[in-house]
């Protein structure tokens, strides 16, 4: 899953090894060394039995970048989705936090080869609903000003992500794809963090209750796990795997919160479908509602969206 805003689109030591079977392993990864990044051996799993001696942070950087992206996509061509829910918080220095709204999304991400490269376009959308029940809402009274306002539901996306043999391409180099894996049992995970802060594209005098300040604030912290006998199944180019999501950045622009001190966290817990049955029919019909094309086009929309912009667009100055 992206972070809700990516605010990207819009404005512009290893560790040391643990001791592990070196046979077990070796078996176990050889083969995707001896294939390109898409290719998939026909090697056998690790037998339980071995898994929890194989140490996921001594892969090679080719290593590293399939396993990873068997995981949260696919290394062979395909149109995946993630389903999300989770809740909205309010925090105020000096107050209890506050659990403000739900919200229920679903990320549609297209797996596409390109030569010596795998790349990602990645569609989300969502909304927000009643903090108890989970239904859409679209009039919310804002516990901190006493005043109604109307929660913009979002959808963004559309920007591409390209991987090379051995990571991930960003301005034209190759940046390794290295994480801090954790194993215990027969389950493996790793944080990806973010954090950033970028001028307000809400000038304050403009908005003056949407503005959050001259500057947006922005942290995300996510937990991706798996089954390790599945990431390390060479039969497979895509394997299931849950994740936890949490950030926590400045106002909602809808909240009119203004430049009151404090910040929202986000918190949601997601997985990768095996097919969209396993979706709740809320975002189903909320999806083909708002965005009836969503599941049959493999590009939904033309071009980068960003709630942001959409807000702007859609939303008057001095509110």
């Given at each position: 899953?992206?972070?809700?805003?990516?605010?990207?689109?819009?404005?512009?030591?290893?560790?040391?090894?643990?001791?592990?079977?070196g046979?077990?392993?070796?078996?176990a990864?050889a083969?995707?060394?001896q294939?390109?990044?898409?290719?998939?051996?026909?090697?056998?799993?690790?037998?339980?039995?071995?898994?929890?001696?194989?140490?996921?942070n001594?892969?090679?950087?080719?290593?590293?970048?399939?396993?990873?992206?068997?995981?949260?996509?696919?290394?062979?061509?395909?149109?995946?989705?993630?389903?999300?829910?989770?809740?909205?918080?309010?925090?105020?220095?000096?107050t209890?936090?506050?659990?403000?709204?739900?919200?229920?999304?679903?990320?549609?991400?297209?797996w596409?080869?390109?030569?010596?490269?795998?790349?990602?376009?990645?569609?989300d959308?969502?909304?927000?609903?009643?903090?108890?029940?989970?239904?859409?809402?679209?009039?919310?009274?804002?516990?901190y000003?006493?005043?109604?306002?109307?929660?913009?539901h979002?959808?963004?996306?559309?920007?591409?992500?390209?991987?090379?043999k051995?990571?991930?391409?960003?301005d034209?180099?190759?940046?390794?794809?290295?994480?801090?894996?954790?194993?215990?049992?027969?389950?493996?995970?790793?944080?990806?963090?973010?954090?950033?802060?970028?001028?307000?594209?809400?000038d304050?005098?403009?908005?003056?209750?949407?503005?959050?300040?001259?500057?947006?604030?922005?942290?995300?912290?996510?937990?991706?796990?798996?089954?390790?006998?599945?990431l390390?199944?060479?039969?497979?180019?895509?394997?299931?795997?849950?994740?936890?999501?949490?950030a926590?950045?400045?106002?909602?622009?809808?909240?009119?919160?203004?430049?009151?001190?404090?910040?929202?966290m986000?918190?949601?817990?997601?997985?990768?479908?095996?097919?969209?049955?396993?979706?709740?029919?809320?975002?189903?019909?909320?999806?083909?509602?708002?965005?009836?094309?969503?599941?049959?086009?493999?590009?939904?929309?033309?071009?980068?969206?960003?709630?942001?912009a959409?807000?702007?667009?859609?939303?008057?100055?001095?509110?």
């Amino acid at each position: 899953m992206s972070t809700y805003l990516n605010i990207t689109d819009e404005i512009a030591p290893r560790l040391n090894r643990r001791a592990f079977l070196g046979a077990a392993f070796g078996t176990a990864i050889a083969a995707s060394t001896q294939t390109g990044l898409a290719g998939e051996s026909k090697g056998s799993v690790v037998p339980a039995a071995d898994v929890r001696a194989l140490d996921l942070n001594a892969l090679s950087d080719q290593q590293a970048l399939k396993t990873y992206l068997k995981m949260i996509g696919s290394l062979e061509p395909a149109v995946l989705y993630t389903w999300f829910s989770g809740h909205l918080w309010g925090i105020v220095p000096g107050t209890p936090a506050k659990q403000l709204v739900s919200f229920e999304g679903i990320a549609k991400n297209v797996w596409r080869h390109t030569g010596d490269e795998i790349t990602k376009q990645s569609f989300d959308i969502g909304y927000f609903g009643d903090a108890r029940t989970g239904e859409l809402i679209d009039a919310y009274e804002n516990p901190y000003t006493g005043k109604i306002v109307q929660p913009y539901h979002y959808a963004y996306g559309g920007r591409v992500t390209r991987y090379a043999k051995t990571g991930k391409v960003v301005d034209g180099d190759i940046a390794p794809i290295r994480h801090k894996w954790t194993m215990s049992g027969d389950q493996a995970w790793f944080e990806e963090t973010n954090s950033l802060s970028v001028p307000n594209p809400f000038d304050p005098k403009d908005w003056p209750l949407a503005s959050a300040g001259k500057e947006l604030h922005f942290g995300s912290s996510t937990t991706n796990t798996a089954k390790i006998d599945d990431l390390l199944n060479h039969k497979r180019a895509s394997v299931p795997y849950t994740l936890f999501w949490t950030a926590i950045n400045s106002w909602e622009p809808w909240l009119h919160m203004a430049d009151t001190p404090g910040y929202v966290m986000w918190r949601a817990t997601g997985r990768k479908l095996g097919n969209l049955s396993e979706a709740p029919s809320t975002i189903i019909d909320y999806v083909n509602k708002r965005q009836p094309n969503y599941f049959s086009d493999d590009s939904p929309w033309t071009g980068t969206r960003s709630t942001w912009a959409d807000y702007r667009r859609d939303r008057k100055h001095k509110s």
